[in-house]
């Protein structure tokens, strides 16, 4: 079974003088141990199909399906907290928190504290190739590079089964862009993941499982 699925999606934007149909009846299946793109010129939709895949909204028409349960039947920040995490371009990261308490944030919504979310949180940023020494510092200590990889061992903190990237790349320059898109293919493909990233970078998608293109609002695999 899939584990996200869009069954005939629909969302449109109101506006004092305008409708926008930022998603116009969108059908696709993601899988487990793959790694996703989906391309498209700003404001062709990319966002908002992503925001509805992490349920930060519900379609207006059609369904979002996890593991074959419509995300309007569900609890939307449990869907968010148990299901599907977001990767940003900016990061997100609290300024005020050290490395580790980044890391740990997540895990006290899920009830891990003390000693077994401190050694969580060191495996974590290990698996994202993150030293030691980087545990105690603040982000504004840290490269773009350094701080995306925070963002991604904090989404892994939560123990979801879905990674949602939202230009992921778009604040890195070319070798650290390199390092984040093969440790996001790295977890769909090791680690069985569903990893789907929306980006203007075409540099990445040879390494991609699937290219999906969107435009104006309409989906489509394409191929390569």
């Known amino acids: 079974m899939h584990i996200l699925e869009l069954k005939n999606v629909i969302f449109s934007y109101m506006s004092k003088y305008n409708k926008t149909e930022a998603v116009k009846n969108v059908s696709y299946a993601f899988e487990r141990g793959k790694v996703y793109a989906i391309v498209g010129k700003s404001g062709s939709g990319k966002s908002t199909l992503l925001s509805l895949l992490a349920g930060l909204d519900l379609p207006q028409s059609g369904q979002v399906l996890f593991e074959g349960i419509s995300t309007d039947k569900m609890d939307l920040a449990q869907y968010r907290r148990e299901h599907a995490a977001m990767i940003y371009q900016s990061f997100r990261l609290f300024p005020l928190l050290t490395v580790t308490e980044n890391i740990i944030y997540p895990m006290g919504l899920r009830g891990f504290k003390g000693k077994e979310a401190v050694d969580k949180a060191k495996q974590l940023a290990l698996k994202m190739d993150l030293p030691e020494t980087v545990l105690n510092r603040f982000p504004n200590m840290l490269s773009g590079g350094e701080q ?14 879905v ?14 862009s390199v390092n984040i898109i093969d440790i996001l293919v790295r977890l769909a493909h090791e680690d069985g993941y569903c990893v789907i990233i929306a980006t203007h ?24």
């Open 148 to 161: 995306q990889r925070v963002a991604i061992a904090r989404a892994l903190s939560m123990e979801t089964k």
């Open 163 to 176: 990674l949602l990237a939202d230009e992921p790349t778009g604040n890195l320059d070319e070798k650290n």
């Open 201 to 224: 970078d075409l540099s990445i998608l040879s390494k991609m499982d699937d290219v999906l293109y969107m435009n104006s609002g309409m989906l489509r695999l394409e191929e390569f």
